[in-house]
């Protein structure tokens, strides 16, 4: 019954998988398309895998080591990571950790066992072919009964990969186990994805295999911004934990931020991401407000920085019925409730510009007269600048440039031009 079981998922999944797993949404191909344009080195640990790894800022996690580079996507599918695993291979890494297969497993179409682990060992083949001296670790599936997952098939997808690991001398990282929290939603408010917690976990695991100490506090307090019920609030917990320094920059905004690997762009181990998730859009400035503390107070362990940059409001301003006014007052607000924590004296605030959408109509009646309220905002308040990164990004007919902007999304050359309008500023 079981291998009919196996043979009916398998003739399933050839008929259908191609059209799933290669339908990357808008958010993944802006994801790929930037791993064109951070390239990596012989140097580089690389965390290639979905959401899981996308939402953790791993480099933090193990001190701000310059050499971790994050290739994660969120709802990446396996077959996307071997569509892509040339951007790896292309700088013969010295370490790739791969953690891929959920969205296979909770997808009806392609929730078959042995396809999904044939289709990560064919990720380990690609990787060892093409980039020989590249140590491979490959981490197990974490626990979930997230929609169509359970714990056997995740458990029988892990021990055809942790057997085909062993027959190429492959390590197999087993988190299975650590993990467990996921399920009973200690460590997780989705059983999918996980909080702080449950990353220092995954963290002090791994820590003596990438060779660089778990810097997460031995103990902290998880502030989630309010938000308990979505991806956004669990990565609120991670910026909870990590300290911030002075000498620090902090880059806080909408998906345009978190979509950004921005110390790698900037080439600046002082430049932290504190981008709310994946998704086109952000956050309410109520949501934002109720954040504050999570980016800048939580645990004792954050000074102002030296910048603050900030990038938000393209949730409520193509809502239904905006009103710009009312949306730079609340920017506003904002920026006094930061000031609590990072003064005038002490940092510098940059207001960007919000980027183009492709819809010249909604770029004249919306972006351009938000962006010039943002700007004479800027200019009213103390230490705090503007920087224009529209008109690097807009066509001469203000719709936005399909070599900058890809369905609302920064293409990889429209994340090197703000990251040099950064540098610039």
């Known amino acids: 019954m079981i291998a009919m079981r196996k043979k009916i998922g398998l003739l399933i999944w050839m008929a259908l998988a191609g059209v799933v797993a290669n339908g990357a949404t808008p958010f993944r191909d802006h994801r790929y398309d930037e791993y064109k344009v951070t390239p990596l080195n012989d140097s580089s640990i690389v965390f290639y895998g979905n959401s899981i790894t996308n939402m953790h800022e791993w480099w933090e996690a193990f001190g701000c080591d310059s050499r971790i580079a994050n290739r994660g996507a969120s709802g990446a599918f396996t077959q996307e990571l071997i569509d892509n695993v040339g951007s790896i291979t292309s700088g013969q890494p010295a370490k790739v950790f791969i953690g891929i297969g959920t969205n296979d497993l909770g997808n009806e179409a392609t929730n078959c066992p042995d396809s999904v682990a044939g289709k990560i060992l064919t990720i380990?083949?690609?990787?060892?072919?093409?980039?020989?001296?590249?140590?491979?670790?490959?981490?197990?599936?974490?626990?979930?009964?997230?929609?169509?997952?359970t714990e056997e098939i995740i458990k029988e997808t892990n021990g055809i990969v942790e057997r085909g690991c062993e027959a190429r001398g492959v390590e197999y990282i087993d988190l299975y186990d650590d993990m467990a929290g996921m399920i009973s939603r200690e460590i997780s408010y989705d059983g999918l994805h996980p909080t702080a917690k449950g990353y220092q976990i995954w963290c002090e695991k791994i820590a003596p295999i990438v060779g660089a100490n778990c810097a997460y506090p031995a103990e902290f307090e998880e502030d989630n911004g309010g938000i308990d019920n979505s991806s956004f609030g669990m990565r609120f917990t991670h910026f909870s934990a990590f300290p911030v320094k002075r000498t620090d920059t902090l880059i806080i905004g909408d998906e345009m931020i978190h979509g950004g690997e921005w110390h790698e762009l900037l080439g600046d181990s002082g430049v932290k991401n504190r981008g709310t998730g994946w998704g086109y859009g952000g956050l309410s400035f109520e949501r934002w407000n109720a954040a504050v503390n999570a980016i800048l107070g939580a645990n004792g362990n954050k000074e102002a920085p030296r910048r603050i940059v900030?990038?938000?409001?393209?949730?409520?301003?193509?809502?239904?019925?905006?009103?710009?006014?009312?949306?730079?007052?609340?920017?506003?607000?904002?920026?006094?409730?930061?000031?609590?924590?990072?003064?005038?004296?002490?940092?510098?605030?940059?207001?960007?510009?919000?980027?183009?959408?492709?819809?010249?109509?909604?770029?004249?009646?919306?972006?351009?007269?938000?962006?010039?309220?943002?700007?004479?905002?800027?200019?009213?308040?103390?230490?705090?600048?503007?920087?224009?990164?529209?008109s690097d990004l807009a066509a001469d007919d203000d719709s936005g440039d399909p070599e900058m902007i890809d369905r609302e999304y920064l293409t990889g050359k429209g994340y090197l031009k703000v990251a040099s309008r950064l540098k610039e500023d």
Request: charged share 25%; glycine share 6%; aromatic share 8%.
């Open 124 to 149: 380990v083949d690609r990787i060892r072919s093409e980039s020989p001296r590249t140590e491979v670790y490959v981490q197990s599936i974490l626990p979930s009964t997230n929609g169509l997952r």
């Open 310 to 390: 900030l990038y938000a409001g393209t949730a409520p301003l193509y809502a239904k019925g905006a009103d710009p006014e009312k949306i730079a007052a609340d920017y506003r607000g904002w920026i006094e409730n930061i000031r609590g924590y990072a003064p005038a004296s002490s940092t510098r605030i940059t207001v960007m510009s919000l980027i183009p959408r492709n819809s010249r109509d909604e770029n004249l009646s919306l972006t351009k007269p938000m962006n010039e309220l943002l700007r004479q905002m800027a200019g009213e308040m103390e230490n705090v600048d503007y920087l224009d990164i529209y």
